[in-house]
């Protein structure tokens, strides 16, 4: 079975949507993920479930291309979520046929945060979403281990954990890690490099993970430990924003780059799943 590929919403950072799938197309991948909500106050989103003119030419790129959209980015559960609130953005997930919503966490207090996330999973449950955790060091779930608690806690059939290749290892993630998650709990990863030293601080984590992250063969993550113990037919998201080399090469090649260099890595650890 051949690897399914989709571009990160943050590979392109820029592109309206149907601009993102137009470029996924020529570049090889299936599907694209797109940011509806942005992830923090005041960065960049397209919140289709207001522009119905972007979202009807965002539908009108999907038929073009065939590119479909696999991962919906996001949602941040803080001490005044509501699930009810986000209604539009499920109707506007379901209309384009997403997969997965990407899910962050702040709020400080642990049983809120689960009764958030498991009320996110059932409101989202009749739009045929899953809900995906990403643990980031600065985040209220800093790493693997939290975000398993959160998510067994809320027993959802459609709860999930997103394991970002950078935050796995800045986190100080182990590899055998992996094999101890359920199988239905990971619906795609992230795969981008970095170097081998972690950043110091918080600061220099969020802006290495948000601006300059490498392609995947690059660094120092050790990506193959990494991507073996994870399913032989999981969807990758190729997630790697670097703002100067974007500037430098444009949003079209850049995208084709990340998407041969993690082709490269992960096919040469997995040859049974090449590309098509």
Same mark, same amino acid.
């Given at each position: 079975?051949?690897?399914?590929?989709?571009?990160?919403?943050?590979?392109?950072?820029?592109? /309206?949507?149907?601009?993102?799938?137009?470029?996924?197309?020529?570049?090889?991948?299936?599907?694209?993920?797109?940011?509806?909500?942005?992830?923090?106050?005041?960065?960049?989103?397209?919140?289709?479930?207001?522009?119905?003119?972007?979202?009807?030419?965002?539908?009108?790129? =999907?038929?073009?291309?065939?590119?479909?959209?696999?991962?919906?980015?996001?949602?941040?559960?803080?001490?005044?979520?509501?699930?009810?609130?986000?209604?539009?953005?499920?109707?506007?997930?379901?209309?384009?046929?997403?997969?997965? =919503?990407?899910?962050?966490?702040?709020?400080?207090?642990?049983?809120?945060?689960? !009764?958030?996330?498991?009320?996110?999973?059932?409101?989202?449950?009749?739009?045929?979403?899953?809900?995906?955790?990403?643990?980031?060091?600065?985040?209220?779930?800093?790493?693997?281990?939290?975000?398993?608690?959160?998510?067994?806690?809320?027993?959802?059939?459609?709860?999930? =954990?997103?394991?970002? !290749?950078?935050?796995?290892?800045?986190?100080?993630?182990?590899?055998?890690?992996?094999?101890?998650?359920?199988?239905?709990?990971?619906?795609?990863?992230?795969?981008?490099?970095?170097?081998?030293? /972690?950043?110091?601080?918080?600061?220099?984590?969020?802006?290495?993970?948000?601006?300059?992250?490498?392609?995947?063969?690059?660094?120092?993550?050790?990506?193959?430990?990494?991507?073996?113990?994870?399913?032989?037919?999981?969807?990758?998201?190729?997630?790697?924003?670097?703002?100067?080399?974007?500037?430098?090469?444009?949003?079209?090649?850049?995208?084709?780059?990340?998407?041969? !260099?993690?082709?490269?890595? =992960?096919?040469?650890?997995?040859?049974?799943?090449?590309?098509?």
């Amino acid at each position: 079975m051949a690897r399914v590929y989709s571009l990160s919403h943050l590979t392109t950072e820029g592109l /309206r949507p149907p601009e993102m799938l137009e470029v996924a197309a020529r570049t090889g991948y299936r599907y694209a993920g797109i940011r509806l909500l942005p992830a923090a106050p005041g960065g960049l989103a397209f919140p289709l479930m207001k522009d119905t003119a972007l979202r009807r030419d965002t539908r009108a790129a =999907i038929a073009a291309t065939g590119v479909g959209i696999f991962d919906l980015e996001m949602v941040r559960l803080d001490a005044r979520f509501r699930a009810e609130e986000y209604l539009d953005f499920f109707e506007t997930g379901a209309e384009l046929g997403a997969r997965v =919503i990407l899910v962050a966490a702040d709020d400080p207090d642990p049983g809120r945060l689960v !009764a958030s996330y498991a009320a996110l999973c059932e409101a989202a449950r009749p739009f045929g979403l899953a809900c995906d955790l990403e643990f980031m060091p600065w985040t209220r779930v800093p790493d693997l281990d939290a975000a398993r608690r959160v998510v067994a806690q809320a027993a959802q059939p459609n709860g999930g =954990i997103i394991v970002d !290749a950078l935050h796995f290892d800045r986190s100080g993630g182990r590899p055998e890690q992996l094999t101890e998650l359920p199988r239905d709990w990971l619906h795609y990863a992230q795969l981008c490099d970095g170097p081998a030293e /972690r950043p110091a601080d918080d600061a220099e984590l969020i802006r290495a993970a948000r601006c300059e992250r490498w392609l995947p063969g690059e660094g120092g993550i050790d990506l193959a430990g990494f991507w073996r113990q994870l399913p032989g037919d999981l969807p990758v998201s190729v997630e790697v924003p670097h703002q100067r080399r974007i500037a430098e090469l444009g949003h079209e090649r850049w995208a084709r780059e990340a998407l041969r !260099a993690s082709r490269r890595l =992960i096919e040469n650890l997995d040859p049974r799943h090449p590309t098509p």
